[in-house]
């Protein structure tokens, strides 16, 4: 089912700040019949939880090259396979001459198959996730039975940016249908091809009872977000993370909050430039560096540095070829918007790699920016392209002090072949998430919590994360309705006797207790 217009937003998570239309609300219907489903108790047996999970899960298998299509044609990369007829998603690609179709290998590995092991994860794991967790009691429990339940909040609201646009939504989705939540989508309408798919074919798999997608920009999605929720998730850009936070504080709701920032990439002295750079420009280039952890800029020594280019330069042909703009494995910018400033900070520092730009194709060379100021705007936004700014520091020191002298980021990477300088970094820093001599594997665990800190945000998930963020973890006490007797030490007159006796009883097994 799908709900609202659609309109232009200016950046890659949208600009809901406006006011919103006075029109007849598009979705009180909607969020009303979710919200009836949810208090029927209709999401809450393991059994629909599962049915939801195997759809979903259907929805993948069956469209798999459907999804890779319009992947394609939103992100814009070109595929080795024939052009879809006339009448399919090909008709909506936005570079005529060109094949969009996207390379399987990134549509496979950050949206399809990431998406798919988060469902299996779920469906092999649900009965034991949603069992009651029993917790150690004190000596004046002893008697009772102490639990944590884990309950669905109700209806929650799961806004997706448009540059993972299918594991950016599925992945969250997986952990809130397994919670036993009522879920209500709201994809990006920047990235069209994937919101056409999400809104027509995805229903079909779920629940129409209790899930929806709902369409639209920042009009529609400021109104959406003036209903009450009871659990926002939310990936984007800190900017408009304040605007989701301050209509959530309205209703009291909690929130996620998955945003960017500048994550910094230190490279010690100690350590095999190639090595590094095949890495670096791995992670720093694939999706075209629309990443929310990409590497934003590196810090290392001008020694370094020197060593580092060449090995970068390698790296990228290897990667690339000669002239990029053929590859197949490199796309284009999302919008001109996004082109024209990516093209503004190419004029940062001074550009030592790439640089090359065509507006018509929204094409941007891999790029690489050296003698780059602290001030300059490449170093005080998030780049959220192919541009990877080189900062020299004299030393691991300097370093440190540059990278807390920041907000916190999503992410933070250090190599060298020493162990002491990757783990010094690790303790004196704090980012959201950290990785030693590599970029995004760490993604790949979904055993690790994946979200940020501070500015980069709050909140996590990925794999029993996702359950434990979905759901709300209800503090159960049973005790016996007899031996009043002993349960009266508790009441007035008070005396010293009493007291003893309670405190020892609370502090037993060395558990606290606070008495209301």
Same mark, same amino acid.
């Given at each position: 089912?799908?709900?609202?217009?659609?309109?232009?937003?200016?950046?890659?998570?949208?600009?809901?700040?406006?006011?919103?239309s006075?029109?007849?609300?598009p979705?009180?219907?909607?969020?009303?019949?979710?919200?009836?489903?949810?208090?029927a108790?209709?999401?809450?047996?393991?059994?629909?939880?599962?049915?939801?999970?195997?759809?979903?899960?259907?929805?993948?298998?069956? /469209?798999k090259q459907l999804?890779?299509?319009?992947?394609?044609?939103d992100?814009?990369?070109?595929?080795?396979?024939?052009?879809?007829?006339?009448?399919?998603?090909?008709?909506?690609?936005?570079l005529?001459?060109?094949?969009c179709?996207?390379?399987?290998?990134?549509?496979?590995?950050?949206? +399809?198959s990431?998406?798919?092991?988060?469902?299996?994860?779920?469906?092999?794991?649900?009965?034991?996730?949603?069992?009651?967790?029993?917790?150690?009691?004190?000596?004046?429990?002893?008697?009772d039975?102490?639990f944590?339940?884990?309950?669905?909040?109700g209806?929650?609201?799961?806004?997706?940016?448009?540059?993972?646009?299918?594991?950016? +939504?599925?992945?969250?989705?997986?952990?809130?249908?397994?919670?036993?939540?009522?879920?209500?989508?709201?994809?990006?309408?920047?990235?069209?091809?994937?919101?056409k798919?999400?809104?027509?074919?995805?229903?079909?798999?779920l629940?129409?009872?209790?899930?929806?997608?709902?369409?639209?920009?920042?009009?529609? @999605?400021?109104?959406?977000l003036q209903h009450?929720?009871?659990?926002?998730?939310?990936?984007?850009?800190?900017?408009?993370?304040? +605007?989701?936070?301050?209509?959530?504080?309205k /209703?009291l709701?909690?929130?996620?909050?998955?945003?960017?920032?500048?994550?910094?990439?230190?490279?010690?002295?100690?350590?095999?430039?190639?090595?590094?750079?095949?890495?670096?420009?791995?992670?720093?280039?694939?999706?075209?560096?629309?990443?929310?952890?990409?590497?934003?800029?590196?810090?290392?020594?001008?020694?370094?540095?020197?060593?580092?280019?060449?090995?970068?330069?390698?790296a990228?042909?290897?990667?690339?070829?000669?002239?990029?703009?053929?590859s197949?494995?490199?796309?284009?910018i999302?919008s001109?918007?996004h082109?024209?400033?990516?093209?503004?900070?190419?004029g940062?520092?001074?550009?030592?790699i790439?640089?090359?730009?065509?507006?018509?194709?929204?094409? +941007?060379?891999p790029?690489?920016?050296?003698d780059?100021a602290? @001030?300059?705007p490449?170093?005080?936004?998030?780049?959220?392209g192919?541009?990877l700014?080189?900062?020299?520091?004299?030393?691991?020191?300097?370093?440190?002090d540059?990278i807390?002298?920041?907000?916190?980021?999503?992410?933070?990477?250090?190599?060298?072949?020493?162990?002491?300088?990757v783990?010094?970094?690790?303790a004196?820093?704090?980012?959201?998430?950290?990785?030693?001599?590599?970029?995004?594997m760490h993604? @790949?665990?979904s055993?690790?919590?994946?979200?940020?800190?501070?500015?980069?945000?709050?909140?996590?998930?990925?794999?029993?994360?996702s359950f434990d963020?979905?759901?709300?973890?209800?503090?159960?006490?049973?005790?016996?309705?007899?031996?009043?007797?002993?349960y009266?030490i508790?009441?007035?007159?008070?005396?010293p006797?009493?007291?003893?006796?309670?405190?020892?009883?609370?502090?037993?097994?060395?558990?606290?207790?606070?008495l209301?």
């Amino acid at each position: 089912m799908s709900a609202g217009g659609r309109s232009h937003t200016p950046d890659r998570r949208g600009d809901w700040g406006a006011k919103t239309s006075l029109r007849m609300d598009p979705f009180a219907d909607t969020l009303q019949r979710l919200r009836e489903a949810f208090s029927a108790g209709r999401t809450r047996p393991a059994e629909f939880r599962a049915a939801q999970l195997q759809g979903l899960g259907r929805f993948l298998r069956d /469209h798999k090259q459907l999804l890779q299509e319009a992947l394609a044609q939103d992100l814009h990369k070109e595929h080795s396979k024939p052009a879809p007829a006339s009448g399919t998603l090909h008709k909506l690609c936005p570079l005529p001459g060109r094949s969009c179709l996207q390379s399987a290998f990134e549509s496979e590995v950050s949206e +399809i198959s990431i998406s798919q092991s988060e469902i299996n994860l779920a469906l092999r794991n649900l009965r034991s996730w949603m069992k009651d967790e029993k917790v150690p009691k004190n000596l004046a429990t002893q008697l009772d039975s102490a639990f944590i339940r884990k309950e669905p909040f109700g209806l929650v609201l799961i806004i997706a940016p448009w540059n993972y646009p299918v594991n950016l +939504i599925l992945v969250p989705l997986v952990g809130a249908l397994a919670a036993g939540n009522c879920v209500v989508l709201k994809p990006s309408e920047f990235s069209r091809s994937t919101e056409k798919v999400l809104a027509d074919v995805l229903p079909r798999y779920l629940d129409q009872s209790c899930f929806a997608v709902v369409l639209g920009g920042p009009q529609e @999605t400021g109104q959406l977000l003036q209903h009450k929720f009871d659990y926002i998730f939310f990936t984007g850009s800190p900017r408009v993370g304040r +605007i989701v936070m301050s209509a959530a504080a309205k /209703h009291l709701t909690p929130v996620t909050l998955e945003l960017g920032g500048k994550n910094p990439c230190y490279v010690d002295d100690d350590c095999d430039a190639q090595t590094v750079a095949n890495r670096v420009a791995w992670f720093r280039y694939f999706n075209t560096g629309q990443t929310c952890v990409a590497p934003d800029y590196v810090l290392c020594s001008p020694d370094t540095q020197a060593r580092l280019l060449p090995a970068l330069q390698s790296a990228i042909t290897r990667f690339y070829g000669d002239d990029p703009r053929g590859s197949p494995n490199l796309g284009r910018i999302i919008s001109q918007k996004h082109f024209r400033r990516l093209q503004g900070l190419l004029g940062c520092g001074r550009v030592a790699i790439g640089g090359q730009s065509d507006e018509g194709e929204r094409y +941007i060379a891999p790029t690489v920016l050296v003698d780059v100021a602290e @001030t300059e705007p490449v170093m005080q936004e998030e780049i959220f392209g192919p541009i990877l700014p080189i900062v020299n520091v004299r030393s691991l020191d300097e370093a440190i002090d540059f990278i807390n002298r920041r907000e916190k980021p999503l992410a933070l990477y250090a190599f060298s072949n020493s162990k002491q300088v990757v783990k010094r970094v690790l303790a004196e820093t704090s980012s959201g998430s950290f990785c030693g001599n590599d970029g995004f594997m760490h993604l @790949t665990l979904s055993s690790l919590p994946f979200g940020g800190v501070g500015a980069s945000g709050m909140g996590n998930y990925h794999g029993k994360f996702s359950f434990d963020t979905f759901s709300h973890h209800r503090a159960c006490l049973l005790r016996r309705p007899g031996m009043e007797k002993i349960y009266s030490i508790r009441y007035p007159p008070y005396s010293p006797r009493k007291l003893r006796m309670l405190l020892v009883a609370m502090e037993a097994r060395g558990c606290s207790c606070t008495l209301l």
